[in-house]
């Protein structure tokens, strides 16, 4: 049996062609011809069923024969900002297993003692486009460009919020306890979580009250000293844990 093969087109339903890099990748690489079977993943919440009908070196069409509607597998959103660490590989690599794991956006954060201060926020976005794909997700995760620290905590953002340090002079609650502990009343209607990860120095204790004064709620993500890109994989499988349906 032939293995499926998906592609992320936008708006699947409104248009009848690949966008010209996946096209080239369906007809050059994978050497799909007329009557093929793909899927397409519209980044929305659909995967639909489709037949190439036109197979040329810089065109592949399709018609859709039919739409199939996925169900979200965790509630609420996760998103998660994070200061990126000075070699991008090893954020690239985090947005790969966390877009397998599963979120909904990601941003990231200009810190005091943030080892890099701009990225390519495209770049980020092809791995998760293609991470997506392999992990056949039906939503495409929002990738955000840097904003500075206070810029992005002073943002409005949904449901709970929480920092992530390492300084013991400041209490701080284990954040998967903190996710999953019952709330009442409290949890209000969101199940939405933003996580804040530092950089390899973490944040400064200015940034951690600053937050703190603003709502965000104090966490560590357990005992263990992690890495910048492990302790933000780490939030996003914790914060799936708590919140899969």
Not at 38 to 57: E, K, M, V
Not at 191 to 206: A, R
Request: hydrophobic share 40%; glycine share 6%; proline share 4%.
């Amino acid at each position: 049996m032939r293995e499926a093969r998906y592609f992320y087109v936008p708006q699947a339903g409104q248009r009848d062609e690949l966008p010209s890099e996946e096209a080239r990748h369906a007809v050059r690489v994978l050497r799909l011809v007329e009557g093929d079977e793909i899927f397409l993943i519209d980044g929305a919440g659909s995967f639909l069923r489709c037949t190439i009908t036109l197979a040329a070196p810089h065109h592949c069409a399709y018609r859709v024969e039919e739409t199939q509607a996925q169900q979200p597998t965790w509630r609420g959103r996760i998103h998660l900002a994070i200061a990126p660490t000075k070699d991008m590989g090893r954020m690239e690599w985090m947005a790969e297993k966390a877009t397998e794991v599963g979120w909904d956006e990601v941003s990231f954060l200009d810190t005091q003692f943030s080892e890099r201060r701009s990225l390519r926020a495209d770049r980020i976005d092809k791995i998760v486009v293609a991470a997506m794909k392999q992990s056949r997700k039906a939503w495409k995760p929002v990738v955000n460009e840097m904003a500075s620290f206070r810029a992005f905590v002073d943002a409005h953002q949904e449901g709970r919020r929480f920092i992530c340090h390492c300084y013991p002079e400041i209490v701080r609650q284990d954040f998967f306890e903190a996710i999953t502990a019952p709330q009442g009343d409290a949890a209000g209607a969101s199940d939405d979580i933003t996580v804040l990860v530092g950089p390899e120095g973490d944040f400064s204790v200015e940034e951690v009250r600053y937050a703190l004064d603003r709502g965000y709620e104090s966490v560590s993500l357990g005992k263990s000293r992690l890495r910048t890109e492990t302790a933000g994989l780490t939030a996003v499988v914790m914060a799936q844990l708590a919140r899969r349906r």
